[in-house]
Nanobody
Framework: QVQLVESGGGLVQPGGSLTLSCVGS????????MGWYRQAPGRQREWVAT???????NYVESVKGRFTISRDDAMNTVILQMSSLTVEDTARYYC???????????WGQGTQVTVSS
């Protein structure tokens, strides 16, 4: 079976940093565009960042310069490094895999990030 498991969430103070990890099983990340999304209570799920199988990266404007997405296909892992966190970053963060040439996609279960004093 295909499984994406996020980890690394938690409570951090404004200005702090967190690193989220997404580890996959049942698929080889080398054929998938990987992304991070987030959803805060009462808000729509929002795309945050993607990295293609070829390493092309895109970010939502609000996180540019603060978040870094990366991938290690040998480890079947995608990372989201977050810094200069604000309360607006508080959300549940989800990992998503989209196959490069098909409509197949998978979601992880999410990990909670709370930015608060």
């Amino acid at each position: 079976q295909v499984q994406l498991v996020e980890s690394g969430g938690g409570l951090v103070q404004p200005g702090g940093s967190l690193t989220l990890s997404c580890v996959g099983s049942g698929i080889s990340f080398s054929s998938w565009t990987m992304g991070w999304y987030r959803q805060a209570p009462g808000r729509q799920r929002e795309w945050v960042a993607t990295i293609t199988a070829g390493g092309v990266i895109n970010y939502v404007e609000s996180v540019k310069g603060r978040f870094t997405i990366s991938r290690d296909d040998a480890m079947n892992t995608v990372i989201l490094q977050m810094s200069s966190l604000t309360v607006e970053d508080t959300a549940r963060y989800y990992c998503k895999a989209d196959h490069y040439s098909s409509s197949r996609s998978y979601w992880g279960q999410g990990t909670q990030v709370t930015v608060s004093s």
